[in-house]
Structures are given as structure tokens and as C-alpha cells.
């Protein structure tokens, strides 16, 4: 593990120091390794008497303090979970969206890919007891968009969370689960065997709370920053006037994010949220195709990696090439480009995203298809 990783867990176990503090923290000193250092009379303005004192030992006892074995205990869990990595905002594959939000966590425990957070992904949020066309929308939706390339980004919730990471494995595509737990926990319990397929399936469990941190009610709220923070859009499935659901809207708009909302009944009080949303200016949708055609305006911006190239000629990587090669000149299927090009649908359908994005295919009625660009 990187030293400065290593800071960061110290930091992260001072009494007091929560997301919020530590970002705050890291913007004025400019890393964990230069607050861990300071003198905690510097930092009395900072951080609160037992954060300073905790500090203060650690710095004349940096092997046998408190702090230290606390953080410590952290390392040799680390060490015996291999599966589990650590991002902080200095690692270069820390995912670029989330580092353009106000405050980012300063640090992500992450079970799975980390390549899968820097992949374009929809959030989809809702109600936590659904009605029955909450639950086929949220399977469907999410099902739809990850056959296209999208990761579905949730909280491993009931209801609707639940849901949609079950669509999107439906086709074998990429889901993100973001926990409210630290991510040696599953929560809630019965979801445990769906965390281990979205890993299994390239996904990702993604944490920002310490180890053993237990589902406080306030965790929630928080998370669901990281949530919208990482997708380039978030979808309302379906939501009453008070739901956290709310929140996570909120907070994409505030991330200048796209919120979608589907409508409902106005008899159901679950479709109310919804329709607030629409109100204020949320996209109204009734097909997950209404997402897709919306989503070259928003995700040009996100990341260099999906974003359409400005250049005379294409710059692709390999599989992207490879896909290109085995699209020929004529339009082609999704089954049969999987086939011709021996790779999986959910990554195949994310280098279709991209190169359609930078202008080398197309989809039609037939299928899809090379542009002039690709053949210049």
C-alpha cells in the first residue's frame, strides 16, 4: 500500500474527522501526509480537542498510539482481502467524475474493478418498498442501458436498488453497488449474494466509511453523493415526496448532473417525488431509449476517455480496433460482433458506447455501422 495511503487512514480514524472535514482539510493543506504532520496547535482551529490530542500522540508515539493501531488493524485487514483496493484522490485511476464534485471523498474502499468506476454509468434510485411497475421499470431500465455499455450505479438497497443491479446483471453487465457500511460489511445482510455477483461480473462495492463502520442513519445521505457524483445522469424510478431518492437528485443537479424522472400515477403516491422532480425541470422519460438518445449532450463532457474526438483521425485502443475490425463495412449485430470478436456483451457494449461516441460506428434499424470517419 502507497504511504500517503496510509495517511489517509489516519486521518480518517482521528475522533471528529469526518468526509466533509477531512476534504476541507486536504484543500487547505494539500494532502494527508501534511496534516498528519502538522502541529496540532496549527490544526486547534481545524479539528476538535481529542482530534488534536489523538494527533499529538501519534506524533510522539507513531508506532504504539491509539491512532497507530488503529489504523494499523485497518492495514493487516487490507492485507488479507486482496480483493479490496484503495483510491485517494492523489491515485491517477481515482474515478475522474467523482474527483470533479465539491468535496470528493478523500478516500474509496472498492471490492472489485476500479476500472469499472471510470466506466459512463446511470444512477438509478427509488423507493425502498416499490410498487409492482417500480420493480419491472428498475429491472428493465437498468437491464436496457447496461446491454448498452452503461454501469448501473446504486446503493445495494431494497426495493428499487435491489432491482436495478439485478437488471443490469440480467445481461451480464456492469453494476456499481455504493455502501453506506464500510465495505467489509454488507448491508443490508440479504443482499450479500447480489454483492458477490455484481463483483464477480466485473462490477464494484464501493465505500467511503472506515472499516467496520455499521449502517448509521446519516451514512445514507452521504453516500448518495457518491452515487450521483459518479454517474454522468440519474434516474428517479420511482419515489415519494420524502424519499432519500430525493437527495441523490439533488445532489446531481447541484453536480451538474442530467436527473431523469419516469412518471406515474397521480394516484400513487410513490410517483409523486417523480413528478416533483419533472416539475423542476427533471427530462420526463417513459423508455430507457428516451435516456440513450440524451446522452451524447452529457457524457462529451465527462472524461476523456468516452468523450468524442475533435481530431481528423480516430485515436482508438486496441479493442476498440479490434471491434472496428471485426464490424467490417456492413451493419452488424450486437450477438454477432460478440461472436466475431470474442469478447464478452457487457465490455463489447461499452466499446460500442465509446466508438459511437468518437464518431466511428453508428447504430441503425440494421445494426451497427461504421462511419465515414472510421473508413477515412
Not at 445514507?220 to 457524483?229: A, D
Request: proline share 5%; aromatic share 6%.
Amino acid at each position: 500500500m502507497e504511504e500517503h495511503h496510509f495517511s489517509h487512514l489516519l486521518l480518517q480514524r482521528l475522533p471528529g474527522a469526518g468526509a466533509a472535514k477531512r476534504a476541507r482539510l486536504l484543500e487547505h493543506f494539500g494532502s494527508a501526509g501534511a496534516v498528519i504532520e502538522a502541529s496540532p496547535d496549527v490544526l486547534k482551529g481545524w479539528l476538535d480537542p481529542e482530534a488534536c490530542a489523538a494527533l499529538g500522540d501519534y506524533q510522539r508515539n507513531p508506532s504504539g498510539c491509539a491512532l497507530a493501531r488503529s489504523a494499523r488493524k485497518d492495514l493487516d485487514w487490507l492485507a488479507e482481502h486482496p480483493e479490496v483496493q484503495v483510491l485517494s484522490l492523489e491515485d491517477e485511476n481515482y474515478p475522474p467524475l467523482l474527483r470533479e464534485i465539491r468535496r470528493a471523498p478523500p478516500l474509496l474502499f472498492v471490492r472489485g474493478s476500479v476500472t469499472a468506476l471510470s466506466m459512463p454509468q446511470i444512477a438509478m434510485v427509488g423507493s425502498r418498498n416499490p410498487s409492482t411497475g417500480g420493480r419491472d421499470n428498475a429491472r428493465q431500465f437498468a437491464a436496457f442501458l447496461a446491454g448498452r455499455g452503461f454501469a448501473i450505479t446504486s446503493g445495494l438497497a431494497m426495493g428499487v436498488d435491489g432491482f436495478a443491479h439485478a437488471g443490469a446483471l440480467d445481461v451480464e453487465g456492469v453494476t456499481i453497488g455504493v455502501v453506506g457500511t464500510g465495505i467489509d460489511r454488507v448491508y443490508p445482510a440479504r443482499h450479500r449474494q447480489l454483492a458477490e455477483e455484481i463483483v464477480a461480473n466485473g462490477g464494484a462495492i464501493v465505500s467511503e466509511f472506515p472499516l467496520r463502520a455499521s449502517p448509521q442513519p446519516s451514512n445514507f445521505p452521504q453516500r448518495n453523493r457518491i452515487i450521483s457524483g459518479l454517474s454522468g445522469g440519474t434516474l428517479v424510478v420511482e419515489a415519494a415526496l420524502k424519499s432519500g431518492s430525493l437527495i441523490t437528485a439533488r445532489y446531481a443537479l447541484q453536480q451538474n448532473r442530467e436527473v431523469f424522472a419516469i412518471p406515474g400515477s397521480i394516484h400513487n403516491p410513490l410517483a409523486r417525488g417523480c413528478h416533483r422532480l419533472i416539475r423542476e425541470g427533471a427530462t420526463l422519460v417513459e423508455t430507457a431509449r428516451d435516456i440513450v438518445e440524451q446522452l451524447g449532450g452529457y457524457l462529451g463532457y465527462q472524461s476523456d476517455l468516452f468523450s468524442a474526438s475533435s481530431e481528423a483521425s480516430l485515436e482508438l485502443t486496441d479493442k476498440e480496433q479490434r471491434v472496428l475490425e471485426a464490424l467490417g463495412h456492413d451493419p452488424r449485430d450486437l450477438d454477432s460482433l460478440a461472436d466475431d470478436s470474442d469478447l464478452e456483451v457487457g465490455e463489447l457494449s461499452a466499446l460500442l458506447i465509446g466508438l459511437q461516441l468518437k464518431g466511428a460506428i453508428t447504430e441503425t434499424a440494421a445494426g451497427f455501422e461504421r462511419t465515414a470517419l472510421a473508413n477515412s
